[in-house]
C-alpha cells in the first residue's frame, strides 16, 4: 500500500503534494486508515452499509427519471 509521488522537474512541493493527496483520494487509502482507527461492532457495519446503499439507491432512482 505505498504511494509515490516524484517530483517533476521544475516542480514546486506544493504541486507535489496536492498530487498526493488526489492519489490518495483516488485510492480511498485515508478513508480506510480512518475507517481502521476504531472497532466497529458489526451491527454498525451492516447498519452503516445499509444506509450508503440506501443512499445510492435514492440518488439512482432520482436521476434515472431525470
Known sequence: MSVEVK???????DKALR??????????????????RYFEKPCEKRRRKEKVAKFNNMLRLRYENA
Do not use: C, P, V
Not at 7 to 13: A, G
Open 7 to 13: 517530483l517533476r522537474k521544475s516542480e514546486t512541493i
Open 19 to 36: 498530487r498526493l493527496k488526489k492519489k490518495l483520494d483516488r485510492e480511498d487509502i485515508l478513508r480506510g486508515i480512518r475507517a481502521k
